[in-house]
């Protein structure tokens, strides 16, 4: 989703073809990753860089009370939308995520993610031994092991629960996605304003839900939808794009910053 320049990259994608924020993934084990330890704290500044982060359809309802949810990429994916620039507004210097602001689970994950296996019919627990919070086993044992006697620790073990939920939900997501699709609900926006300093942005590259077109939807294909809670989620991306003045707020406090 482009903003403020003349490219035009896609949010919830990287110009590698590594998942967004992910630098050197590698499947994990004991054998590669028994000495690494995940340093304490939180820091958030890995997704400083991005104005827009990927979103499943479980997330909605906190989602859409802290962003503006869209529809990007080929296929249609939701993401909500962090920034007017090529910016996370959210990220604090400290690397700290914005106080009383929805979390992505995205965001959250990282630095574990799920890899694909060589025959493209399991996933696999990784990491991103680029994250500038993994350092190998520190003296004074700083920060949580990743393995614990070769088997892996409870840090791990909840990773992989986590990334086996996110999974599971991007196969309902990628059910809704398609439905939309299907149905041509998705139609190209932009969103064009002026910042404090009276510079202009245009944010591009990005599609949402056409009011009329989801009106004129028949009879069953209502019915079933919102027996799949589908027009809930439909209502909370709606709603969510009021939100793009918060945006212009947060954006016209960062210009008016020192």
């Given at each position: 989703?482009?903003?403020?320049?003349?490219?035009?990259?896609?949010?919830?994608?990287?110009?590698?073809?590594?998942?967004?924020?992910?630098?050197?993934?590698?499947?994990?084990?004991a054998e590669a990753h028994?000495?690494?330890?995940?340093?304490?704290?939180?820091?958030?500044?890995?997704?400083?860089?991005?104005?827009?982060?990927?979103?499943?359809?479980?997330?909605?309802?906190?989602?859409?009370?802290?962003?503006?949810?869209?529809?990007?990429?080929?296929?249609?994916?939701?993401?909500?939308?962090?920034?007017?620039?090529?910016?996370?507004?959210?990220?604090?210097?400290?690397?700290?995520?914005?106080?009383?602001?929805?979390?992505?689970?995205?965001?959250?994950?990282?630095?574990?993610?799920?890899i694909e296996t060589a025959?493209?019919?399991?996933?696999?627990?990784?990491?991103?031994?680029?994250?500038?919070?993994?350092?190998?086993?520190?003296?004074?044992?700083?920060?949580?092991?990743?393995?614990?006697?070769?088997?892996?620790?409870?840090?791990?073990q909840e990773a992989l629960?986590?990334?086996?939920?996110?999974?599971?939900?991007?196969?309902?997501?990628?059910?809704?996605?398609?439905?939309?699709?299907?149905?041509?609900?998705?139609?190209?926006?932009?969103?064009?304003?002026?910042?404090?300093?009276?510079?202009?942005?245009?944010?591009?590259?990005?599609?949402?839900?056409?009011?009329?077109?989801?009106?004129?939807?028949?009879?069953?294909?209502?019915?079933?939808?919102?027996?799949?809670?589908?027009?809930?989620?439909?209502?909370?991306?709606?709603?969510?794009?009021?939100?793009?003045?918060?945006?212009?707020?947060?954006?016209?406090?960062?210009?008016?910053?020192?």
């Amino acid at each position: 989703m482009a903003s403020k320049s003349k490219t035009d990259p896609q949010p919830g994608t990287a110009a590698a073809t590594f998942p967004l924020f992910y630098a050197e993934p590698q499947a994990l084990t004991a054998e590669a990753h028994g000495a690494l330890r995940l340093k304490n704290g939180q820091d958030f500044r890995f997704a400083a860089g991005t104005n827009a982060v990927p979103i499943m359809a479980a997330e909605f309802v906190e989602g859409q009370r802290a962003y503006p949810i869209v529809f990007v990429g080929e296929p249609a994916h939701p993401a909500v939308v962090l920034g007017l620039a090529e910016e996370n507004l959210y990220v604090e210097a400290d690397g700290g995520w914005a106080e009383g602001r929805y979390i992505p689970a995205y965001v959250r994950r990282y630095p574990f993610v799920f890899i694909e296996t060589a025959d493209k019919t399991q996933y696999a627990l990784g990491i991103d031994v680029a994250c500038s919070r993994l350092a190998a086993t520190p003296g004074d044992g700083e920060g949580q092991a990743l393995f614990v006697d070769g088997q892996p620790s409870p840090l791990t073990q909840e990773a992989l629960r986590f990334s086996a939920a996110l999974q599971a939900s991007q196969q309902d997501t990628r059910a809704f996605c398609d439905a939309l699709v299907e149905r041509d609900l998705l139609v190209e926006q932009q969103a064009q304003g002026a910042l404090a300093d009276g510079e202009p942005f245009n944010v591009r590259g990005f599609r949402t839900v056409d009011a009329a077109r989801l009106h004129a939807l028949p009879d069953e294909v209502v019915l079933d939808w919102r027996r799949k809670g589908w027009l809930t989620l439909i209502d909370f991306h709606l709603a969510s794009l009021s939100l793009w003045r918060d945006l212009l707020g947060r954006q016209g406090a960062a210009v008016k910053a020192p």
